[in-house]
């Protein structure tokens, strides 16, 4: 083993995840390529967990923020005001928000998804005065108590030692395919006062599961589930810090469905450039907490806010979305065609956009796949309870030639796990 990796090893916690999947010492990175210190490059269809969706070192931010240091431009300033800021409040709500008839206030939780989350909670609970909020299957939501509360994963939930109180989780969408709707079920388990269980004060959910194997929500699912919030006073929450800033083909993951969530959590590619930096949009009848209710030294980064707001001026271009849909649609039809050639890995497609994969039925396959990708020099990850979904997941700015690259290694790689 390669000394820098030995010293990992010895010095970093046993948690150390990622380091083990790809197991190289990576020194620069350039849109979806990323090289090792002997000089191997590699694509990136993981693009940081989404997190890079503009891909690494993106030139236009990579100005703009070196601009700003060389400047002397203000690093750290709790939420004092700062020019940075203000150009990141203005061009978000002109760019984004206005634009798609979106009125909210910004809330800047703290630096990373999992502040989003944990200030989603206490708002819905603070707005409502109850107490339960609804969750789902195989959702994720991030590591610390609450947001662990309200994710749907045995293993992680775990990692907590203690029992995670006052959350409910339900079955997500299509669940099972049966005549189960889990929709119909959360309406009974409301309407069913004898059970004794209280409303809720939210429901979160991703409209993809990132985490949790890229299940895509119907739209129509989504439709209901507003429906059904608003009947009963219930927060609509979307974890958008996955499926957001375009991985699905539009700046908002629930765009194509037209809801209207009371509570939006945003993090990961919001800040464009791999910076953390974390907002969580609440409608403005929402916005009552007094100052210094919800504090934290890192609530916001002004080079974050930098490179967001340079990040935006991709969204002023109409074609932009349409080009994420071209290569979306031909990820589709690259996986399609891939389930068809190799029925030996009972593939089925998940997901939709720049956010999609294939889950195999056999055991292990998903993971055979991703190892020897890596051995090809693509990275990509594994998702799902089992990681039974190899998860495709590059950069949406990427060019033809680098989705295609990505794509060959692709099958490549099934064609060596399936022997
Ligand atoms: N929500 C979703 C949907 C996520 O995918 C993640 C991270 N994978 C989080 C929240 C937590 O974000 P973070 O790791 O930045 O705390």
Redesign the pocket.
Known sequence: MNNKLQLIEELESSVRSYVRSFPAVFTKARGYKIWDEDGNEYIDFFAG???LNYGHNEPGMKKKLVDYILDDGITHSLDKATDAKVEFLDKLNEIILKPRGMDYRVMFPGP??????ESALKIARKMTGRTDIVSFTN??????IG?LAVTGNSMKRKGAGIPLSHTVTMPYDNFVESDNDPLEYFERFLEDNGSGVAVPAAVIF?TV???GGINAASMEWMQRLEKICREWGILLIV?????GVGRTGTFFSFEPAGIKPDII?L??SIGGYGL?L?ITLIKPELDKWKPGEHNGTFRGNNMAFVTAAESFTYWEDPQFEKSIQRKADKVTKFLSDMIEKYPEMKGSLKGRGLMQGISSDVEGFSEKVAEHAFEHRLIMETAGGHDQVFKLFPPINIDEEGLQAGLDIIEKSIQEAVE
């Not at 990373?112 to 989350?117: D, K, R």
């Not at 959702?139 to 610390?144: E, L, N, P, Q, S």
């Not at 974890?239 to 499926?243: G, L, P, R, Y």
Request: net charge negative.
């Open positions: 967990a989404g997190a990373t998804g999992t502040n989003t989350v959702g994720f939501h991030g590591m610390t947001s991703e599961q990132g985490e974890d958008d810090v996955q499926a959590c993090s990961k953390p974390a």
